[in-house]
């Protein structure tokens, strides 16, 4: 993967979405964050939502987009590559999350019952619905390739917990709070399916932290236009549409400035995944 500097006049800003919550649930508020963003940065804006986080990758590299909301691994691969990652999303006070790995609710499976099972992930790239739970299940001494009987990716949390209620799959993984806040598997799980999920699934186990999502900006962008959509973003939170937008597209309650090269541990949890 090579990186492309965009060159010449920029007649449109054009900013990535992941597939992580679903893309029609993302295409249908890409809208209003089209909107938003096209006011703060006086350009007409294009949201488009990636089909994997191997495009929304590409298309950063290659120019096709000038920012994105990207995974913490997407973050990682970008910085690597001299991308600057401007801001990463804070939920409930907190820069950082884990994986839970979880089942359906009573069917009893734990670390030493996981063999012969089927697992669903989101996408390769993805780190709290891949990366983070096969890196722990490495460090328990659970192979992946050879403790389940098969291994599907859908390309969305939605997906893979509707693989396990569907009996489709039986064991996924999603993202959750930290431990420090006291919040379970539970909210991750609600957080996607909506309140009274959280009920229908039982945890397996949970995994290491790693940083937020964030958004890295195009080489090549002018300083003047990364500093005004880096300060719209940071504003999200003082405006009642800023806040919906903040929740509905990128389940945060605000966003804090990136520290630079701030996702480069992710290397070893991606490198234990291979």
């Known amino acids: ?95 950082s999350y884990r994986a839970a790995l979880v089942c359906r609710a009573g069917a009893g499976l734990s670390l030493d019952r996981l063999k012969g099972t089927t697992a669903a992930w989101v996408d390769r790239d993805s780190v709290a619905g891949y990366l983070l739970p096969t890196a722990y299940l490495k460090a328990q001494g659970l192979e992946p390739t050879r403790a389940f009987f098969a291994q599907h990716f859908t390309g969305s949390y939605r997906g893979v917990l509707e693989a396990v209620l569907d009996g489709k799959a039986d064991v996924a993984s999603v993202f959750c709070p930290p431990a420090s806040t006291g919040l379970t598997y539970s909210t991750g799980v609600e957080d996607v399916l909506g309140a009274g999920a959280g009920r229908r699934f039982e945890l397996i186990a949970y995994t290491d932290e790693a940083p937020n999502d964030g958004v890295p900006v195009a080489m090549g962008l002018p300083p003047e236009l990364v500093q005004t959509l880096e300060t719209s973003l940071l504003g999200l939170q003082s405006s009642p549409e800023g806040v919906a937008l903040l929740k509905d597209i990128f389940n945060a309650d605000r966003f804090e400035a990136a520290p630079r090269m701030g996702y480069r541990a992710l290397y070893r949890v991606a490198l234990a995944s291979l």
């Open 1 to 95: 993967m090579t990186l492309q500097v965009p060159s010449g006049p920029r007649h449109s800003f054009r900013f990535g979405l992941p597939p992580s919550l679903g893309s029609e649930t993302a295409r249908e508020r890409a809208e209003r964050l089209a909107a938003f963003l096209q006011r703060a940065l006086g350009k007409l804006v294009e949201v488009n939502v990636a089909p994997s986080y191997e495009t929304l990758a590409k298309d950063l590299l290659s120019g096709r987009a000038d920012a994105a909301w990207a995974p913490p691994f997407v973050c990682a691969r970008m910085e690597a590559m001299g991308v600057r990652v401007v801001v990463r999303g804070v939920r409930r006070g907190m820069s």
